[in-house]
């Protein structure tokens, strides 16, 4: 059980374009998705936590027009990132949570993004 | 102080010796505290929680957890060149709040 997917794996898209990733958790009800970022050999960075049927919270720092968080459903989170350029070029990795206290997070097995 | 604090490493520990990964953390009312295992191009996993003081034994794993220090540790027995990944604690102090580590890099050297 608890298991969390993204969708796609990888993508590779145009600077300037904008990409959308999802993430489904496929056996639980996720009331709680988080999404992070990590560039090679550096930490996970939590962009933002997005609670089903509220506007996602985002980190400091983190562009909420630019990186639009969707939380439609208790098992669909998407991630999509707007004119993208170069620097956005990372591993983009989702969790979800049942949102229950102490509760743990599920990570979904992530999405490299290469943006030319 | 950051929230949740880890070596960085790297921790080189010969195979079949025990590891120990640690942990200390800022926020005295945490209640839950995990361990994730992430290899090196993919997504952590999760291997461990623990929410009461005392050891918490799974496998070859055992998660310690004192509230009094505010310290949590792992052990891994009898390790294994497949244990070579990056090892982060995390901490939940409350509700949706999650805090990581910035991970402990682990290497099992055959």
């Known amino acids: 059980g608890a298991v969390v997917s993204q969708h796609p794996s990888w993508v590779i898209c145009k600077s300037g374009t904008s990409v959308k990733i999802e993430c489904r958790s496929l056996d639980f009800q996720a009331t709680t998705m988080f999404w992070y970022r990590q560039f090679p050999k550096q930490s996970l960075m939590l962009m933002a936590t997005s609670n089903e049927g509220s506007k996602a919270t985002y980190e400091q720092g983190v562009e909420k027009d630019k990186f639009l968080i969707n939380h439609a459903s208790l098992t669909l989170s998407t991630l999509t990132v707007t004119s993208a350029h170069p620097e956005d070029s990372s591993f983009y990795i989702c969790?979800?949570?049942?949102?229950?206290?102490?509760?743990?997070?599920?990570f979904g097995p992530g999405t490299r993004l290469t943006v030319t | 102080q950051k929230e949740v604090e880890q070596n960085s490493g790297p921790l080189s520990v010969p195979e079949g010796a025990i590891a120990s990964l640690n942990c200390t953390y800022s926020?005295?009312?945490?209640?839950?505290f995990f361990w994730y295992r992430q290899y090196s191009g993919k997504s952590p996993e999760l291997i461990m929680f623990?929410?009461?003081?005392g050891d918490k034994e799974d496998g070859r794993f055992t998660a310690q957890l004192n509230k009094a220090s505010q310290y949590v540790s792992l052990l891994i027995r009898d390790s294994q060149p497949s244990d070579s990944a990056t090892y982060l604690c995390?901490?939940?102090?409350?509700?949706?709040?999650?805090?990581f580590g910035t991970g402990t890099s682990l290497t099992v050297i055959p």
């Open positions: 623990i929410y009461s003081n």
């Open positions: 926020d005295r009312g945490s209640q839950s």
């Open positions: 995390a901490v939940n102090p409350t509700g949706n709040q999650f805090y």
């Open positions: 969790s979800a949570s049942r949102g229950l206290a102490g509760d743990e997070q599920y």
